[in-house]
């Protein structure tokens, strides 16, 4: 019994030598973390701050859970050897500094987040370094300059967050390279040019570039992988090359916004019938047609369609009303004449449309009856701003602004002579 005791005792405290020896630091990820340390101003690191806890003259590792490094980062504790830093993700605690010129030597490290701060400088080329990263956040700093090429060689990246910095140049074609990339956010810097190829990511799901100044997909608008689920250029300045017709192979598609550029041309109608696409946003451009689909059948998942404010004319598109999930359809701001289609009314009667936006066209005729009976509340609409010959006040989609004036509406030389407001009003 005595010796099952000895025997049990001695391996614990085996076990516990073990533990205690290897949770000390490799030496390498010492100097690593005191070199970031180092490269923020000092006068930026407050008190109750992350970085205000770490204290050197302790092991980072082995008193990860004392009142020293309490906070922004994580160990491997590994059995064999030393323990290695596995993350750093800093609190958004307004650090400044440039981490440029320090050389990122921790070749364990997984998750690499300083978001939300005031870091400037450029971003380090010495990222490289961190062969296994798997996740980088620079989001919401003052980054500027372009982006490296040698973020193409962080061969098992998956997330990649650049967004809300200042960030200028283009976006290097090495980052094709990133063949595990899924998530990739570029948003609101100062991008612009060509956009590159990406069409090797296959893992890609979600891409974002909005708020950039990117003017073209260069010789290859197909350049986009075709796992996107979501993509988003929002407020650039892309011109008419880049189509929504671009978009159709993509079989995983869900929402497309490219809203708020300089697309124009014609709208084709398949991009409604897309097998997976749900939301597309092509407002704020200078689209001025909506071709019918070659099919009039029902299909497709599409939910919301927001074409607001373009220069689109002719009657208001009768499929639309067909699309069997559409529930949210603007058309605001757009050249749309003729009569509101029975169809439309009928889609906001029978709840199917939430949301039917038609304000600012040239719309003209009655309000169809089973508008007339939709209960306020009950669904979003606007008929306001057109040429309707009454609206009244009493109905919740004529509220909020006037129709336009006779004049106005006459001078519209865009009416066709069969839809002209004398003829609808003697019929
Ligand atoms: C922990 O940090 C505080 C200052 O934040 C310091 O006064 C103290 O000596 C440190 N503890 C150890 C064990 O070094
Ligand atoms: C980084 O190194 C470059 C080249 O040696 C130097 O010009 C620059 O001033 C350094 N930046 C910082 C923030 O130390
Ligand atoms: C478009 O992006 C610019 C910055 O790139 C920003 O200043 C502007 O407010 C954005 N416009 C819209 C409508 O989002
Ligand atoms: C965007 O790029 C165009 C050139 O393609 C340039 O004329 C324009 O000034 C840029 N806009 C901004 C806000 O940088
Ligand atoms: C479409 O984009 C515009 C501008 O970016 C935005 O204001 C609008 O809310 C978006 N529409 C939908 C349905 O998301
Ligand atoms: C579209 O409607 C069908 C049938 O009502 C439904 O099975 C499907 O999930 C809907 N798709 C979306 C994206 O809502």
């Known amino acids: 019994m005595k010796q099952v005791h000895f025997l049990i005792n001695a391996i614990l405290c085996v076990l516990c030598l073990v533990v205690v020896v290897d949770s000390r630091t490799h030496p390498r990820d010492i100097e690593a973390l005191q070199d970031l340390k180092r490269s923020i101003d000092s006068k930026s690191i407050r008190p109750g701050s992350c970085l205000i806890s770490w204290d050197f003259s302790v092991d980072p590792c082995d008193h990860i859970f004392s009142a020293n490094f309490t906070c922004g980062i994580r160990c491997d504790f590994s059995l064999a050897g030393l323990s290695r830093v596995t993350e750093i993700s800093l609190d958004g605690a307004g650090y400044s500094g440039s981490v440029t010129n320090i050389t990122w030597l921790l070749p364990y490290l997984h998750t690499l987040d300083l978001s939300g701060n005031s870091l400037s400088g450029s971003l380090p080329e010495s990222l490289s370094n961190l062969i296994r990263l798997r996740r980088l956040s620079l989001s919401k700093n003052s980054f500027t300059l372009s982006i490296p090429n040698s973020l193409g060689s962080l061969p098992h990246l998956e997330e990649l967050y650049l967004d809300d910095n200042q960030l200028s140049g283009s976006i290097p074609l090495s980052l094709n390279k990133l063949s595990h990339l899924k998530d990739f956010a570029v948003q609101q810097n100062q991008l612009s040019g060509e956009f590159p190829f990406l069409g090797s990511l296959n893992n890609l799901y979600s891409f974002d570039a909005s708020n950039n100044n990117f003017s073209s997909f260069g010789s290859n608008p197909l350049s986009l992988p075709i796992s996107l689920i979501s993509f988003s250029m929002r407020n650039n300045s892309l011109k008419g090359e ?89 058309l605001e701001h757009n050249r749309f004449t003729g009569m509101i289609p029975p169809v439309y009314a009928l889609k906001v009667s029978t709840a199917s449309f939430q949301r039917l936006l038609l304000g600012g066209n040239y719309l003209f005729g009655p309000i169809p009856d089973p508008l007339k009976r939709v209960e306020p509340g009950s669904a979003t609409v606007s008929l306001v701003d057109n040429c309707l010959y009454t609206c009244p006040v009493s109905f919740f989609f004529c509220q909020g602004g006037v129709q336009k004036s006779l004049i106005q509406c006459k001078r519209w030389h865009l009416i066709p002579k069969e839809f002209s407001l004398v003829n609808q009003l003697k019929a």
């Open 242 to 330: 880049i189509m929504p017709t671009h978009f159709l192979h993509m079989q995983n598609l869900q929402v497309l916004d490219l809203s708020y550029n300089e697309l124009a041309g014609a709208i084709t109608g398949e991009i409604f019938h897309h097998p997976s696409l749900q939301q597309l946003n092509l407002s704020h451009n200078q689209f001025s047609s909506v071709k019918s689909p070659s099919s009039r059948e029902q299909r497709g998942n599409i939910v919301a369609v927001d074409l607001s404010y373009n220069q689109i004319n002719g009657l208001l598109p009768k499929f639309l009303a067909e699309l069997p999930n559409l529930s949210a359809l603007s």
